[in-house]
């Protein structure tokens, strides 16, 4: 059978090339007919864990109490605050905001109620509320208002009072989280074994309707946003404005993706040509491997238009990477080509392409499956982007493999054969010198792989989970600047939320109530007025309102920490109003009774449930601190509730998007170890079934550990976190830095059956396979470094440590590789070795 298939292959392929071309042809174009439907995902969505329980709390939470569907214009004119010119113009850029589809309110200094400009009676809450915009309010009473108040203060102006902010509140669109929690319920049922065909279709009916709804409301939005930055530009001349705003976020995120699709993907194609040009000079070493890499590119695009697969942040480089792996794949079937040439002068093209195919073949398919098994070691992760990576590149190089050993030799069969001699450059020089250095300096080498290894564990011991998100962007985006502003003048940008609900003993005291209910009880009361009724609830009184407070004042001790929001606030500012006198239980009937709804909507409602058995304390955490670390924040504050404050720890939640991307960073580092394990296993398997020889397997992994814990300990020793970019470093270089490793020992197995002696077929193979090995690991390292120019933080660690990690991988399979071949001479004893 395996024979009857490589007959066919060679039929088809070489001897018949102008239909196997067709048949490329015909594949590229059915596909790349699909390539319109291609959609790219930034939304916040994509940044978190799957399945993780928390989210699903988050949108419960944000359902009752507000999300984080908003955005924020800083505001800093070039005139006094309070000057008629400033309000005028804020007033209008507010105006032209409320007209925009999707917006469901502004909020700015201008509307928010007053109240303490001057002083507002508890009794006359109700009648007497003014704002900005009321005539003859006193302006400079409101700065100091808007400066001191326990509700304003670093919320709506600066300490300096000369920035200001602009909410914008999006509407919320139901039918957006209708389709996304009918799509979570199916999806939910996928591993029960009761899941039939008939959910399966639902299913998929659900996630294609989310999908597509989805993807228009990112249209939207991106609308939406370019409106506001229009609008923003035509009040420039009056004052310094950022926006901000997780949508905001979402949206210039997907503008760094088609910026890096584009931008690094000419790039590296313009790169792949100068470097084919060096390496090869000749036309058609060039057009050849740019041909294959566009196919695979255009293919593999198409298939995920035609597929509906939305590419993340983190995908966003997939098409420098498999245009990356493709050219080394093609380099080395290039150098085997002409080796052969070189070797056979006068043989037919054909014969030439065969015999490069054969020989080649069982290395590259086995280096290719090893870069699918270090891309599909990233489907453990749970991070749903990063998965997503993990499948698109184990789809595109499977795509890249099929397709290139059907279009590179059916191309090449086609061409006359190239004089032999003229692929000869001074790189063999090169690499002949350094199999001369590995000869003469076996110590040397041993012990600087023994001492890399041991600097690069302790480098691992200092990799940390923890990183700011404002750290991803570089700071000259719109995005670091507005974060930086809010941070440092308006009270920090991360919302973290508690969530506190009432003990155990509660219910059961609300449950005895009722059982205990008898007609002497209310009913019976011959005075009491039937529609009044005395409301019982847990934290809506003076004893539980001080314990509030003492967790308010708390948070907003800690140096992380900026805005405190709670019901305590609301306490904080009716004491003010009061003269310092807090209210008492009848005050707080008195005050829910009389309070107008603004202020209820500013003051309660995002605070307190509606039936006041449940608070939401929000905090804004400050990003630019460089000692925030939120997990050990996380656990501070919990620690702080539970044993100073008493709080039973069943009764109170974090929550928010701090606790979701904190969830995500803290799997990193499990990720990461699972990862690594699940690769080195599987590829060491796949040693053993290609080399037929578990010594040489366990000798050709140690260059592979060596260049995957190098790159892990630059980053601990450099301060450089694991997110989701660097999660994929190590798993990628080893799969990728694998490649020469087998190139290299199936040479040498096949070198060493010449004359059964290390030193000389380790220098074949330095002269024959080294070279190829040079060319594709500068290709891969001066590839990556391309995506230095990304606006994406991640992105440019990404290039340069995989750039890093390649000269590691390199060095160590042509200096540490052959030496421990030398050293311990794992090749069979029938075959003798001197």
Sequence with gaps: MKKILINTYFKWVIEKPIWALVFVSLTVAALS????????????????????????????????YGSDDFLVITYAPFKDLMSDEVLADLKSLSDELSKLERIHSIDNILNVPLLNSPRVEIAKLATDIRTLETPGVDREMARKEFLESPIYKNLLMSPDGKTTIVRVNFKRDEKYFQLLYKRNELREKLSKPEFSHEDQTLFDKAQKEFRNYHASVLDKEDAVIQAVRDIMDRHRDSAEMFLGGVPMITTDMIGFIEHDLKTFGLGVVAFLILMLSLFFKRLRW??????????????????????????????????????????????????????????????????????????MAQPCFYTS???????????????????????????????????????????????????????????????????????????????????????????????????RFIDHFKSNTEIYKGMEVIDQQLGGTTPLNIVMNPDQKYFDFLKETEQNKTEADFDDDPFADEGEKVEVNYWFNSNMLDRVEKIHDYLESLPEVGKVQS????????????????????????????????????????????????????????????????????????????????????????????????????????????????????????????????????????????????????????????????????????????????????????????????????????????????????????????????QFMPTIYFGWLTGLAMVVALVSDLTLLPLLFVVFRPLPSSEGGR
């Excluded at 983190?314 to 380099?331: G, H, K, P, R, V």
Aim: proline share 3%.
């Design 567 to 790: 019901i305590s606030t609301l306490i904080k500012v009716f004491t003010q109003l009061d003269k310092g006198r807090k209210p008492d239980d009848y005050d707080l009937v008195l005050i829910r009774k009389l309070m107008p709804e603004n202020v209820k909507d500013s003051l309660v409602n995002p605070y307190l449930s509606q039936d006041a058995n449940q608070i939401h304390i929000n905090m804004r955490l400050i990003e630019s601190d460089p000692t925030l670390r939120r997990s050990e924040l996380i656990e501070k504050i919990q620690k702080h509730l539970v044993e100073e404050l008493n709080f039973d720890p069943t009764t109170f939640k974090f929550t928010g998007m701090v606790v979701l991307y904190n969830n995500m960073l803290q799997s990193l580092y499990k990720s990461q170890i699972l990862t690594i394990g699940v690769v080195f296993l599987a590829i060491m398997l796949m040693f053993m079934i290609l080399f037929g020889n578990i010594r040489l397997a366990m000798i050709a992994i140690i260059p592979n550990i060596l260049a995957a814990i190098t790159v892990l300990g630059i980053m601990g020793l450099a301060g450089i976190p694991l997110d989701m970019m660097t999660i994929t470093i190590a798993a990628i270089t080893v799969g990728i830095a694998v490649d020469d490793t087998i190139h290299y020992t199936h040479r040498f197995q096949e070198e060493f059956k010449v004359d059964q002696d290390y030193l000389a077929t380790m220098n074949r193979c330095h002269g024959s396979i080294g070279k190829a090995m040079y060319y594709t690991s500068l290709t891969i390292t001066l590839g990556f470094s391309i995506l230095i120019f990304s």
């Design 369 to 467: 499956i090893t870069t699918v098994v270090a891309f599909c070691s990233l489907l453990i992760s749970g991070i749903r982007p990063v998965i997503d990576f993990g499948w698109i590149m184990t789809l595109g190089i499977s795509l890249s493999f099929i397709l290139n050993f059907i279009f590179f030799p059916a191309a090449l069969s086609l061409l006359t054969p190239e004089t032999p001699g003229s692929g000869k450059d001074s790189t063999q020089g090169f690499t002949l010198a350094i199999a001369a250095f590995t000869n003469r300096h076996h110590k040397i080498i041993l012990w600087g792989a023994l001492l890399l290894a041991i600097v690069s564990a302790v480098g691992i011991s200092k990799l940390e989970v923890e990183n």
């Design 33 to 64: 007919y699909h390539i319109p439907k291609f959609k790219l995902d930034a939304s916040a969505e994509s940044l978190v864990l799957e399945n993780d329980n928390a989210l699903e709390y988050y949108r419960k939470i944000s359902k009752i």
């Design 286 to 359: 060039v057009l050849l491997p740019v041909g294959s890499c566009l196919i695979t590119v255009v293919v593999m695009i198409g298939f995920l238009g035609l597929m509906d697969w939305r590419v993340t942040v983190i995908s966003s480089n997939f098409i420098s990477i498999l245009l990356i792996i493709t050219m080394s794949l093609i380099i080395h079937l290039i150098v085997r080509y002409q080796d052969l040439n070189d070797g056979n002068p006068g043989q037919s093209q054909k014969e030439l392409v065969r015999q490069t195919v054969s020989l």
